[in-house]
């Protein structure tokens, strides 16, 4: 049975079953209440429900409604920014830190699925191709200081010809693959780490959206129809955070990015352009990443838009992007095409931050979520649990917010990517 409530998508019509959650009536009282029912939501209230909290989350639609229900299903090790230059920002215990936590957030995905036992096609192996010949040389030095300065041999940079053999195109230059990477059906690992938080004790309220709050020794969180008082709040919203918490929504801008599924793919033709069955993601400023499904689909992610509205034909929107590096596939059938707002920073590094002592927040993953967010989750809830560390290292990265605050941020942003646009197809 199709879920209901959802956007239309290739993960919605290949979607395992859900249970339906109420939305909240009533006055309630809880340890914790967190806001969002994406990844970060959903693995805080767990991971807080494992540690004995009585927690209640709250959605606005349904859970994993948004980009958690909706995005390239990539789960990669690293981050936005180098090690270096995180060095120069916070340090090199942190920065260190920083880059181990990037290795455990993926390690983290991996456990939770195999713990909760949940079905979400789970496939080894994230490649990282160069479009232009020159950014070659910035992908060898990545992966040898990898390999090198961080001691970490699971990555591998793969010439011209090693990446054409993978990929069936001589369009990339080279590559570095990520050996323990993962990439998985985004919104069915989702869904089960809300089976996990249900059966761990976390009330799930769905179409709960949340109207206001007030905060103090005590934090009041109001819907339409009820509210909940609780000692502690979680801000998951991440790229729909919206209006709801001015302090912090000028530290992220919401973009919206776009995917296509195609008809399901001979055997043959999945062999000849994707044998090893990885994902990949390329060196664009605004990047193209895709994938095959476990039914032989391709699932091509490209182009962005930064208004409220998506394209009238997705997958036309998209395909173009598809065909400049699969041209054999102009005749395949776009089945599917959807999109969904993910949230940026100006730096691309998630944004932390304990807004009050009782306040905390994670947002701003910028194309890392599945992993990131999943991870953001577990540091707040351990943050609750008076093991701040981690979460506090993020915190100390600096975060810059856009420029103009919500008002000026969409102008200056969509100038910003219109330059690196022009740059992709020209430079």
């Not at 993962?182 to 809300?194: C, K």
């Not at 599945?370 to 093991?387: H, N, P, R, S």
Request: charged letters at 20%; glycine letters at 10%; aromatic letters at 10%.
């Amino acid at each position: 049975m199709r879920l209901t409530g959802y956007d239309t998508s290739y993960y919605l019509d290949s979607a395992n079953a859900k249970k339906e959650f109420a939305s909240l009536e009533g006055d309630h009282v809880f340890d914790v209440c967190v806001i969002g029912g994406g990844f970060t939501g959903l693995s805080a209230a767990l991971h807080l429900a494992e540690k004995g909290y009585k927690v209640a989350l709250l959605e606005a639609e349904k859970v994993a409604w948004g980009a958690s229900g909706r995005n390239g299903g990539q789960v990669c090790q690293g981050h936005n920014m180098s090690h270096q230059d995180m060095i120069a920002k916070v340090g090199k215990e942190n920065a260190d830190l920083l880059w181990q936590m990037s290795l455990d957030s993926v390690d983290l995905v991996k456990d939770l699925i195999e713990k909760h036992k949940i079905q979400c096609d789970l496939k080894q192996g994230v490649l990282h191709v160069a479009n232009k010949a020159k950014h070659c040389d910035e992908l060898k030095q990545s992966v040898d200081y990898k390999q090198n300065k961080l001691n970490y041999q699971d990555i591998e940079y793969l010439d011209k010809a090693q990446v054409s053999s993978m990929l069936g195109s001589d369009k990339y230059h080279g590559g570095e693959y990520w050996k323990q990477g993962a990439h998985l059906h985004p919104l069915n690992y989702a869904l089960g780490l809300a089976q996990a938080a249900d059966k761990a004790g976390v009330s799930i309220f769905e179409d709960s959206r949340v109207t206001d709050y007030q905060t103090g020794s005590e934090v009041q969180v109001n819907t339409e129809k009820g509210c909940v008082k609780a000692k502690f709040m979680l801000l998951a919203c991440n790229g729909y955070l919206g209006n709801l918490e001015p302090r912090i929504a000028g530290k992220i801008m919401p973009i919206n990015n776009f995917i296509l599924a195609t008809e399901p793919l001979t055997d043959e033709m999945c062999a000849r352009i994707n044998p090893q069955d990885v994902a990949v993601a390329d060196s664009k400023f605004v990047i193209n990443y895709f994938k095959l499904s476990a039914d032989n689909r391709l699932l091509w992610g490209g182009g962005e838009n930064y208004t409220a509205k998506f394209p009238s034909d997705i997958g036309q929107f998209v395909r173009k992007y598809m065909l400049e590096f699969y041209p054999e596939l102009s005749q395949t059938k776009i089945d599917y095409g959807w999109g969904g707002t993910l949230a940026i920073t100006l730096n691309r590094m998630p944004f932390f931050q304990r807004i009050e002592s009782n306040v905390l927040v994670a947002q701003g993953y910028s194309g890392h979520g599945v992993a990131m967010a999943t991870l953001g989750g577990k540091l707040m809830a351990e943050a609750i649990d008076g093991q701040s560390r981690g979460f506090d290292v993020f915190a100390q990265m600096p975060s810059p917010s856009f420029p103009g605050g919500t008002l000026l941020r969409w102008p200056g942003l969509v100038a910003g990517m219109l330059y690196y646009s022009l740059r992709d197809r020209l430079f």
